[in-house]
């Protein structure tokens, strides 16, 4: 597809900042009221099937029934406060969203007091000049001043998904309505995507008054949760909640049956059912995936899918591409070569370090510049010849085409047409026409400036007298003017990240569009050491399953058009393999949706590519895909640690409540205690967790499988096993104190500083799967410091405040009682940290996943 260029008229000034700025405090943000925020109704409605509220409210209810005002008040408060979270964790949740949809959305590229920059989309206003290119959202509706062969998919607007064509408008005025949809209309719509071409209009509406804020569509949407967890945290909560209500229904008929009346038997159990409840699964899975997303943002990764944080702690392949994501995108020129073979190191990026024999070469590959570029490899060239295009007139373009890698440009100066070309050498070959000897000797050069790791460029020129230019570039006749070799290092952190790669079981595989000994070169520089380079030309004659079975090899792919990536990705799922691919143009969008996930450059990467990614890394660097991968690790691991320690604390916590009702002791814990225990206690010592630093073998094991639950058998049962200890503990205490003719509200004090000194030393146990004691207690965590600070100062309160006493009916403890206290917290820490050692084999063996590490060991 030639590109054509009309002769640029006076590049626009657009506005300048001060107008600009004016202008957004008059109209404000381009941006379309928010859509999706919940109303209070649906809000009051979610609320209140919260079955803990509703626990809440009915005790409350009874224990006014009972007169006992004080008690009815306090779970008063903690219905309302359960009420207050919710909302404001709604709030929250909203506001980090909006946060991270502002950094996702689109950018723009506007011209202000002549400068070209790049500004986020919901700062453009009316009478910006916006630049557009290829795989660009644009940013609000606008009139094209000039446009390169732009087509635009509006079906956003029009549910047209054939993209239409553009024209400039004609002149300065407009008098026809704006209207998407057809071709040749002289208007773009926010919201629409520049499918090819490009182009620079003027900015007519803003915000609510763009076509598309008239229908109040919301352009982006994020999800905030994985489908995956959510449902395994259903399950696990519905397990609970039946086997809980069968146990609160019967124990309250036999409560009331055989003991005290109906009110005092529901009110013993709503105590039970709240114990048995775990409504803490649900606001932990929230909480640790929203801090999740925050902790990888700060490692510059911005999660745009939550479920990408699971399949991150899982992934298997790593597909990258090269240039920028591996290497720093630095161009430099390295080498200079001539027809006849001469060479040239250009020492400096300045024209003073281009000898005479080499200026015709670089004077040629300047002319084959887009003037304007941004391309560093383009830049590099400038940099070398700032006269070259002097006193030339661009006449006309031809791009860079998948079946022709070399661009054209045309310009006249002085009365004659000068065509010049670069490109991948092997087409500009073909196009200068090089057969037999000649085509050998290049071959040979390209293939040692290559295994160097440079890329090669070919440059060519051509003479042109007729009127008409051809259609293609074909119809020039070319005679060969030399070779560029860029070098382009890598970046600096690769080789370690790469390392860390390895030792966690993922294998890499690098996509490249560039030619195969600069691919095979750059994967040794950085570690991959592929054992075989496929090209795209191989790739289409293999068929998948050869390919998934080369692909199992360490391999790299070279010179892959970007709708070969997706045939990658497929194979590569199809082998069972959970991919990760990363992406960055408009031909990327469908593999970055195919892989598992799909990671997007935010720097260099079009908007397409990041709407379809899952993960958009801020600073385009591989190093950081790898941080991100290792936190998805941790906080699946973290997910898990707290799932486990919470499955355990309910154990204790309901067999106090129910250990009165079958033994005849009175009854101690009341929906009082419970709920302070469920709603403060466990909540708040889950989020130790949450700040977990990560297990030592984070990267050393292999890859997670996918299918595993998030609580899988032993991990259950080990929960269970901390849990009927506990419970054995505290129970053991209980007896013995009511044996020992303890009066009840002593008891009732005993009872629950025992409890939640076991809790605490649960948090310890919990901390890590295989760790020894004496890390559980050094590795530093300043949350756990925190909530243990947080505990004893609670307890301190309930045995030293009076009302606090009083609410809680607590007896004074002595200091023997404090000691049985820490002595039941110290025993039954010790115990489960000793029972690690025989059980760790099943609690790290979680990770494995049998036929991975088979798969993944040989190959290294
Ligand atoms: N501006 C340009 N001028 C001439 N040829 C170019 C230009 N850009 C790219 N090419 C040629 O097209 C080939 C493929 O380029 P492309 O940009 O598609 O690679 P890529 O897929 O981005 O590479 P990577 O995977 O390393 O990022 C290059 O190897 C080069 O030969
Ligand atoms: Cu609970």
């Known amino acids: 597809m030639p590109i054509d260029t009309q002769p640029a008229p006076a590049a626009s000034l657009g506005l300048s900042a001060a107008e600009a700025a004016r202008r957004l405090q008059a109209e404000g943000f381009n941006e379309l009221p928010q859509a999706g925020a919940r109303s209070i109704v649906r809000l009051i409605a979610d609320v209140l099937q919260e079955p803990m509220l509703l626990l809440l409210l009915a005790g409350a209810g009874i224990y006014l029934a009972l007169g006992d005002l004080a008690e009815a008040l306090l779970l008063g408060v903690f219905a309302s406060a359960s009420v207050a979270i919710t909302i404001v964790q709604e709030a929250r949740t909203e506001r980090v969203l909006e946060a991270l949809r502002d950094l996702s959305s689109p950018r723009a590229l506007v011209i202000r007091d002549g400068e070209r920059s790049r500004i986020a989309g919901r700062e453009v206003v009316r009478g ?17 001043r000039q446009c390169d062969d732009l087509l635009t998919d509006e079906s956003l607007l029009t549910g047209e998904s054939v993209p239409v064509r553009k024209r400039p408008a004609a002149d300065a005025a407009i008098d026809v309505a704006a209207t998407a949809g057809g071709d040749d209309q002289p208007f773009v719509f926010s919201g629409s995507l520049v499918v090819r071409g490009g182009g620079i209009a003027e900015v007519i509406a803003t915000g609510p008054r763009t076509a598309i804020g008239r229908i109040g569509q919301s352009v982006s949407t994020l999800e905030t949760e994985t489908p995956r967890l959510r449902q395994q945290t259903r399950r696990l909560v519905m397990a609970f909640a039946i086997g809980g209500g069968i146990v609160v229904a019967i124990t309250v008929v036999l409560y009331a049956l055989y003991r005290g009346g109906w009110l005092e038997g529901i009110l013993a159990g709503i105590a039970l059912g709240m114990s048995m409840l775990p409504e803490e699964f649900p606001v932990v899975l929230t909480v640790f995936l929203a801090m999740g997303a925050w902790r990888i943002s700060q490692a510059r990764v911005l999660t745009r899918r939550a479920a990408a944080i699971e399949s991150l702690g899982a992934a298997t392949v790593l597909c990258t591409d090269k240039t920028g994501t591996l290497t720093q995108n ?30 015709d070469l670089v004077a040629t590959a300047v002319l084959a510049c887009d003037p304007q570029s941004h391309d560093p490899m383009e830049r590099a060239l400038q940099a070398l010849d700032t006269e070259a295009i002097v006193g030339a007139t661009l006449q006309r373009r031809y791009g860079l085409r998948p079946d022709l890698l070399a661009m054209t440009n045309v310009w006249s100066r002085d009365g004659a047409t000068v065509v010049a070309a670069k490109g991948a050498p092997e087409a500009i070959a073909t196009l200068c026409g090089l057969g037999g000897a000649a085509l050998e000797a290049l071959q040979a050069r390209v293939e040692t400036l290559a295994a160097e790791g440079l890329r090669v460029l070919g440059v060519a020129e051509a003479s042109w007298r007729d009127e008409a230019l051809p259609d293609t570039q074909q119809g020039f006749t070319y005679s060969f003017c030399g070779l560029v070799g860029f070098a382009d290092p890598l970046r600096p952190e690769v080789a370690d990240a790469v390392a860390q790669c390895r030792s966690a079981g993922i294998r890499i595989i690098m996509i490249t569009g560039d030619y195969p000994a600069t691919a095979a070169a750059i994967a040794r520089q950085a570690g991959l050491d592929p054992e075989r380079v496929i090209t795209g030309a191989e790739l289409s ?59 997007a450059m935010g720097g260099r990467g079009t908007d397409v590519a990041r709407e379809a990614a899952a993960i958009v890394l801020l600073d385009d660097d591989f190093g950081s895909i790898v941080k991100a991968v290792q936190l998805g690790r941790r906080i699946y691991d973290n997910l898990r640690k707290a799932m486990s320690f919470i499955l355990a604390v309910h154990f204790p916590i309901a067999g106090l409540a129910l250990l009165p009702l079958v033994t005849g002791l009175p009854l101690l814990l009341g929906p009082v205690h419970i709920a302070f225990l469920e709603m403060i206690i466990d909540p708040v010592c889950s989020l130790v967790f949450e700040a977990e630093t990560e297990e030592s ?60 000194s076991v809790i605490v030393s649960l948090i310890f146990v919990n901390r890590s799967f295989s760790s020894s004691l004496r890390d559980a207690l050094l590795r530093p965590n300043r949350v756990l410091l925190l909530v243990i ?35 039941a917290a110290i025993a039954t820490l010790i115990v489960l940290e000793l029972s690690k050692f025989p059980l760790r084999a099943a609690l790290t063996r979680r990770a494995a996943r049998p036929d991975q590490v088979k798969a993944a060991s040989p190959a290294r």
């Open 789 to 823: 600070g947080f505990v004893i100062a609670v307890l301190a309160t309930s045995l030293t405040l009076p009302a606090a006493t009083a609410l809680f009916r607590f007896g004074p403890l002595h200091a023997d009682d404090l000691m049985l206290t820490a002595g």
């Open 697 to 756: 073998d984070i990267m050393r094991r292999p890859p997670r499988d996918p299918q595993e639950p998030l609580l899988p058998r032993p991990l259950v049962l080990w929960g269970a096993l901390q849990g009927i200890l506990a419970m054995g503990v505290t129970g053991a205490v209980l007896l013995l104190a009511s044996r020992a003719g303890m009066p009840a509200d002593e008891i009732r004090a005993l009872v629950f500083f025992v409890l939640v």
């Open 128 to 144: 910006d000049v916006i630049v557009l290119a290829e795989g660009d959202r644009v940013a609000a509706d606008a009139v094209l």
């Open 541 to 599: 004659a293999l068929d998948d399953e050869t390919l998934a079975q080369a692909a199992r090899r360490p391999t790299a792919f070279a010179r892959i058009m970007p709708e070969q990536k997706l045939r990658i990705v497929s194979a590569l799922k199809a082998d069972g393999e959970i991919v990760a691919m990363t992406g960055d143009g408009v031909n990327d969008a469908p593999s970055l949706k195919a892989a598992h996930i799909g990671i």
């Open 330 to 359: 630095r161009m430099m020129v390295a080498r200079l070569v001539r027809p006849d073979g001469e060479g040239l190191h250009p020492a400096g990026a300045t024209p003073e370090a281009v000898t005479a024999a080499f200026r």
